[in-house]
């Protein structure tokens, strides 16, 4: 398949999705710079993609023949005799590119207009790239792969399995406008904590079920909110997030009655295009949230009756039980104590007391119980906990078969907590499925593909994750260790760094920072970053390896001790990891075993931990490997 680069300047971007269109419509692979993942250096994934392509098109406009980086695409182009040109507004190529043909295109406003299209397809095909299909009139428009990808995490499992199902019904295809917005935090009309909380919800609700709607790409919440209270203009907030639309809106009750209003704004020009009042009664909530997303969803998709039911939402139409489970997912956001989290708990068994159907307060139920089965509690109380976590989400998935959080916690409390990959794979793949347009669920779907050693797939999760939640640390960090766990530990050394600018101070940065410099050789590195490092367990876990490495054992043995001393039964993995790199196989078994016994989380680890390559032809070792689920 003939794959053309498209060079063109940002204010032409609307012109350039319709000739997308047309282009991949008639078979070609198109590659422009929406398609860049977060991650890589802009001039690199640049240079590589027009050295990949066989031809280039260049979309001249005023703006166009004005930018330095659309001249250098064209110049390299005309040197590797891949240079194909197209005037999108009349403008003429400048020098010296006007010595070369330049076909003019002019589209309509809804993208309709063939006028120069069969005379571009000819210009590829002069140069040995006829289009696949020969059409010669213009395609309509259809999502492309990589667009798929953008949209949903790892676009190609959706689309195959669906992928009918979403064409017939109208999901894929629309209007041709841009289909990425974000949800901004909703203002409080009024004053007080339940005020407050209700308007939190308000908006996560309504950008979870945009979310949901396979088409749009929406921004996580974490990024959304990181423009809080900040006076950024709508223009600068749809740059940063990369998206065209903003939903702004206030809301608060009054009377009994919900109120307040929402607009969806075009970000560049700044101008409404949907208002939204709300006026109605405060147990209408659930309706009210389902109309706007409904309505921003046939704006922007022409999808029309594009409400999800409750099987979809996991949500509640009883006010109380909606507001107890808000109080809760407020408390476990805290998460400041054991106190804070027993409490988020019982609010989320409050809603459920509340609404006996309610999926979403048995999703975080079941969560939360994972929490606090790891963090407190003996070990010999593990299991009691983890199987009443499991039965809350198995619950959820009851209640709502296709809401993506009930699986996404049963993956997560098979995986993490009972250390059970086979168990966890169905469900984790169900929530992506379900959830791949929300940045949480991609994120743990990637990192459990990263610790199975499926790579790529972890590598397309996590950066389709980081194009909705490009201003989160967390998924930098998931990235991070993604790339240290496949050995590419400079990349997972970028991605760190990544994180921190963006959450600084960033837990663990040095330790993580400090694996990937040990295991690259960088001895002095490695130490230095270790010595930064604040937490206990992190700080002596390093130095013992690192002071392993150099050859000094009694300093090694030294640390190992003070953690040993400290963390009593708490660091078995660390225990496991020190002892491999110190050459006592027979003690590392043991902290392996141990670690085995009371499910220590670390384990998920163990498929590529490069501390522990020294245990790797053991066969005891690679027994627990098979025994967890990984290939021994």
Same mark, same amino acid.
């Given at each position: 398949?003939? !794959?053309?680069?498209?060079?063109?300047?940002?204010? +032409?971007?609307?012109?350039?999705?319709?000739?997308?269109?047309?282009?991949?419509?008639?078979?070609?692979?198109?590659?422009?710079?929406? @398609?860049?993942?977060?991650?890589?250096?802009?001039?690199?994934?640049?240079?590589? !993609?027009?050295? $990949?392509? &066989?031809? =280039?098109? =260049?979309?001249?406009?005023?703006?166009?023949?004005?930018?330095?980086? =659309?001249?250098?695409?064209?110049?390299?182009?005309?040197?590797? %005799?891949?240079?194909?040109?197209?005037?999108?507004?009349?403008?003429?190529?400048?020098?010296?590119?006007?010595?070369? @043909?330049?076909?003019?295109?002019?589209?309509?406003?809804?993208? &309709?207009?063939?006028?120069?299209?069969?005379?571009?397809?000819?210009?590829?095909?002069?140069? /040995? +790239?006829?289009?696949?299909?020969?059409?010669?009139?213009?395609?309509? !428009?259809?999502?492309?792969?990589?667009?798929?990808?953008?949209?949903?995490?790892v676009g190609s499992l959706v689309i195959a399995v669906g992928g009918y199902a979403m064409w017939s019904s109208g999901l894929i295809g629309g209007t041709g406008e841009s289909k990425r917005l974000a949800v901004m935090p909703f203002r409080v009309i009024g004053d007080g904590a339940t005020q407050s909380r209700l308007a939190e919800g308000f908006a996560i609700e309504i950008r979870s079920i945009l979310a949901r709607n396979p088409l749009l790409h929406v921004a996580a919440r974490v990024s959304s909110d990181a423009f809080r209270d900040q006076t950024a203009t709508a223009g600068e907030i749809c740059e940063k997030l990369n998206v065209d639309y903003l939903l702004n809106g206030d809301i608060g009750v009054s009377g /009994?009655?919900?109120?307040?209003? $929402?607009?969806?704004a075009e970000g560049a020009a700044e101008r409404i295009v949907r208002p939204f009042d709300i006026d109605a009664p405060l147990d209408s909530i659930l309706k009210i949230q389902q109309s706007i997303a409904s309505q921003i969803i046939e704006r922007l998709s022409? $999808? %029309?009756?594009?409400?999800?039911? %409750?099987?979809?939402?996991?949500?509640?139409?009883?006010?109380?039980a909606y507001d107890a489970f808000l109080r809760g997912r407020e408390l476990y956001e805290v998460g400041t104590s054991e106190a804070t989290d027993r409490a988020a708990l019982a609010e989320f068994e409050n809603a459920i007391r509340l609404d006996p159907e309610y999926a979403a307060a048995f999703a975080m139920r079941g969560r939360t119980l994972g929490l606090i089965g790891n963090l407190y509690g003996s070990p010999d109380d593990h299991d009691a906990v983890f199987n009443q976590a499991i039965t809350s989400a198995q619950r959820a998935i009851e209640i709502a078969p296709r809401f993506a959080d009930g699986y996404a916690v049963l993956g997560f409390i098979r995986f993490n907590r009972q250390l059970d990959v086979n168990a966890a794979k169905e469900p984790y793949q169900r929530a992506f499925e379900l959830g791949n347009g929300d940045a949480d669920i991609l994120s743990r779907y990637a990192n459990f593909c990263g610790r199975c050693g499926q790579f790529a797939l972890a590598r397309e999760a996590i950066n389709a994750a980081i194009s909705l939640d490009p201003l989160n640390a967390r998924v930098f960090r998931f990235l991070g260790n993604i790339e240290y766990g496949s050995g590419n530990y400079e990349a997972a050394i970028r991605s760190y760094e990544n994180a921190q600018a963006l959450q600084n101070p960033l837990s663990s940065f040095h330790y993580l920072v400090g694996l990937s410099h040990l295991a690259m050789g960088d001895l002095g590195k490695a130490k230095r970053n270790f010595e930064a490092e604040d937490f206990f367990v992190w700080n002596k876990t390093g130095l013992a390896v690192v002071e392993a490495k150099l050859g000094n054992e009694s300093a090694a043995r030294a640390h190992l001790a003070e953690l040993k001393d400290r963390q009593k039964d708490k660091s078995n993995y660390q225990y496991l990891q020190v002892h491999a790199q110190l050459g006592e196989r027979e003690a590392a078994l043991a902290a392996m075993n141990e670690a085995w016994r009371v499910r220590d989380a670390g384990l998920t680890q163990i498929n590529n931990d490069p501390l522990l390559d020294p245990l790797r032809d053991h066969p005891e070792f690679n027994r627990l490997l098979s025994q967890i689920g990984f290939a021994g």
């Open positions: 398949m003939p !794959q053309i680069f498209i060079s063109y300047a940002r204010s +032409a971007e609307a012109e350039v999705r319709t000739v997308v269109g047309w282009l991949e419509g008639a078979g070609y692979d198109v590659w422009w710079d929406r @398609h860049l993942l977060a991650n890589r250096s802009f001039s690199d994934a640049i240079e590589e !993609q027009l050295d $990949a392509s &066989d031809m =280039v098109l =260049v979309l001249w406009s005023k703006d166009a023949a004005a930018s330095e980086w =659309v001249r250098a695409e064209a110049d390299f182009a005309r040197h590797n %005799k891949k240079l194909v040109q197209a005037s999108i507004d009349g403008t003429l190529p400048p020098l010296p590119f006007n010595q070369f @043909h330049c076909e003019q295109i002019r589209i309509s406003r809804n993208g &309709d207009s063939s006028e120069g299209w069969n005379k571009l397809l000819d210009a590829f095909a002069h140069r /040995g +790239a006829e289009a696949p299909y020969q059409s010669r009139s213009v395609p309509t !428009q259809r999502i492309s792969r990589r667009s798929a990808l953008a949209v949903g995490g /009994g009655r919900l109120v307040g209003s $929402a607009e969806l022409g $999808a %029309k009756n594009a409400g999800i039911s %409750k099987t979809e939402t996991g949500g509640t139409t009883n006010v109380a």
